[in-house]
C-alpha cells in the first residue's frame, strides 16, 4: 500500500525524557523520604493506572500525593510542577522539525499513552497543535498502547488503513503490537536512523 500517514510518539521520540528512576530519585531526596518507602507510596497513588485512560483526573492525583506524602498544598504544587518537567523532558528538535517538513504531503498525527494535563503541559512547552494534524491522547479517549483499539481509531481519524500509516514508538510491546495491527512500525531509538527509516519506507523500499 502507499503510505499516507506518519504518525510519532511523544515521549521518548519527540520529547528525551530520562528515566523515570531519576526523577522518582530527586523526587524522593527533596522530600526526605528513604527510597523504598518513597517507591511504596508512588505505587500507590495510581495502582491500576487510571491516570492513562483518563479514569483519574490530575486534580485527583495531585490530592492523592498530598496525602500519600502528607504535604501541604504549596509542596503537593511543587511536586506537580516537577513531575510534569520531567513528563515533557526536552523537546527532540531534529525529529519535530523532520515531522513538519511531512506536512501537507503526508497526514501527520500524535499517539501518546498520556495523563490529564499532559496536552496543556506539552502544548504550552512545545505546541505540538500546530507540529501535526491530530493528537490522540490516551487519557482523552480512554484508550492506551498496546490495546489494538487505539491503532483502529488511530487510522480512522486519518482515514487509513494500518499499510497506509508509519508509527514512530519507542517501547516493545507498543512497536509488536503495533506492528501485529498491521502497521508499518519504527522502533526508535537514535533519530537520524528514524529518520532514514521512514524515509525509506516513503521510498516504497522494503
Known amino acids: 500500500m502507499t503510505v499516507k500517514a506518519v504518525v510519532f510518539d511523544i515521549g521518548g521520540v519527540l520529547e528525551m525524557v530520562e528515566p523515570i528512576d531519576a526523577w522518582l530519585t530527586r523526587s524522593a531526596a527533596r522530600l526526605g523520604v528513604k527510597g523504598a518507602s518513597f517507591a511504596e507510596r508512588i505505587r500507590q497513588i495510581d495502582p491500576r493506572e487510571l491516570m492513562g485512560t483518563g479514569k483519574l483526573s490530575e486534580a485527583e492525583y495531585r490530592q492523592r500525593v498530598l496525602e500519600a506524602f502528607d504535604l501541604d498544598a504549596g509542596d503537593a ?10 513528563y515533557c523532558g526536552e523537546l527532540d528538535t531534529e525529529l519535530c522539525a523532520y515531522a513538519a517538513s511531512l506536512r501537507p504531503a ?17 502544548q504550552r512547552r512545545y505546541g505540538f497543535e500546530r507540529l501535526v494534524d491530530t493528537i490522540i ?18 487510522c480512522d481519524l486519518l482515514n487509513v488503513q494500518p499499510g497506509e500509516m508509519i508509527f514512530i514508538d519507542d517501547t516493545d510491546d507498543v512497536v509488536e503490537s503495533a506492528r501485529s495491527f498491521g502497521i508499518p512500525t519504527i522502533h526508535h531509538r537514535r533519530t537520524p536512523d528514524t529518520i532514514a527509516a521512514v524515509n525509506a519506507l516513503l521510498a516504497g523500499d522494503p
Open 77 to 86: 504544587d511543587d511536586f506537580m510542577a516537577q513531575m510534569w518537567d520531567w
Open 137 to 154: 491522547y490516551s487519557h482523552e479517549v480512554g484508550l492506551a498502547k498496546p490495546d489494538p483499539r487505539i491503532y483502529r481509531l488511530t
Open 106 to 122: 503526508y497526514r501527520t498525527a500524535i499517539l501518546s499513552n498520556s495523563a490529564d494535563g499532559a496536552r496543556r503541559e506539552e
